[in-house]
């Protein structure tokens, strides 16, 4: 007689069939994207994903040491985009397949881990990363527990009754029935926890819970420390935090101020289109670089930037503010100490 134990898992891993498949590329298609599409891991090329990555560090939430410390080591960057790439072709292959679907699945939390911590703050209308990021944690938590069911490859070896399939360690890493004791306390307590780090998470990075909402993609910001005057050199550094991923903030005008708020000297749009790349100097990949009509900054980039003041240094006493301008109209503004 045919062993029917494994008939209410089937069913269950049946009937997340479709999040199995739409999770799966999710995944896959990243590696898709990334190589047979077009070639975003070329650090060469527009479009570099190590660039995006840089665009995770300022509001990343727990792991920015980490980010910063690749972006900062383009070689170890360019290693952890190629193994990431071929992370998520694996899992989300093997997802798609119903090929070991518990492993994968442990796959699939971690990235969208990753996804939420790194990026959850990015999303100009609809918070897409974060919900992204915890969509796939509870997916992947799902496909955790019911494993996969008919049209799986796991599903086609318990059929055949492979013997590694009657081992334990099978139930872990692929499917079949639960290996748990008390299945609706895991459940319970994995689900609470899933929603108790989706609600601070939703707080942390926007405040949807209580309080007053904020979106850190729509306005850029850009932070101005490290103000130094030597000789006829004002030296500073920019670091944009916020603002659109996709774009950069334009700038099209740094202005010296005197006390009063006077201009002792200006750079309009046209001079900083054409501002010396040897007066640039960047800390990420994602840099700071000269466009057609504009100086422009990419989230997350960071730079020193020198200014020659030969023609105003005579006055260096009365040098007090430092001015900068987005094409958008926002100012931002740093006191020269």
Request: glycine share 10%; with cysteine.
């Amino acid at each position: 007689m045919k062993n029917n134990t494994n008939q209410p898992t089937d069913m269950a891993g049946l009937y997340t069939l479709s999040i199995r498949m739409v999770i799966g590329w999710t995944y896959f298609s990243a590696f898709w994207r990334r190589l047979v599409l077009e070639n975003k891991l070329d650090p060469d090329e527009a479009g570099y994903i190590g660039e995006k990555f840089n665009h995770f560090l300022p509001n990343a939430l727990g792991i920015k040491p980490i980010i910063e410390y690749l972006v900062t080591h383009p070689e170890a960057l360019h290693t952890s985009m190629v193994t990431f790439t071929i992370v998520e072709a694996v899992v989300g292959l093997f997802i798609i397949l119903g090929l070991f679907t518990r492993l994968m699945s442990i796959g699939i939390f971690g990235l969208a881990m990753g996804i939420l911590l790194g990026s959850g703050w990015i999303g100009t209308t609809c918070l897409d990363e974060w919900q992204i990021g915890v969509l796939g944690i509870a997916g992947g938590f799902t496909l955790f527990l019911t494993g996969s069911g008919s049209y799986s490859l796991d599903q086609y070896f318990l059929k055949k009754d492979f013997n590694f399939t009657q081992k334990i360690g099978f139930k872990w890493l692929g499917s079949g029935t639960f290996p748990i004791l008390n299945p609706k306390l895991f459940v319970l307590i994995g689900s609470l926890l899933i929603f108790g780090l989706t609600l601070y998470t939703n707080q942390h990075f926007h405040g949807g819970v209580w309080g007053t909402l904020h979106n850190k993609s729509v306005k850029p910001k850009i932070e101005i420390s490290n103000i130094s005057l030597k000789n006829s050199d004002l030296k500073f550094e920019v670091y944009r935090t916020e603002g659109v991923d996709v774009y950069g903030s334009f700038l099209i005008g740094i202005h010296i101020l005197n006390e009063k708020g006077d201009i002792l000297k200006t750079l309009d749009q046209t001079e900083l289109s054409k501002f010396s790349k040897e007066n640039i100097n960047n800390h990420y990949v994602a840099k700071v670089k000269n466009g057609k009509y504009s100086l422009i900054i990419p989230l997350g980039a960071k730079a020193d930037l020198t200014i020659k003041i030969d023609e105003i240094f005579a006055q260096k006493d009365e040098i007090h503010t430092l001015k900068l301008i987005d094409i958008s109209g926002i100012e931002w503004t740093a006191r020269i100490k």
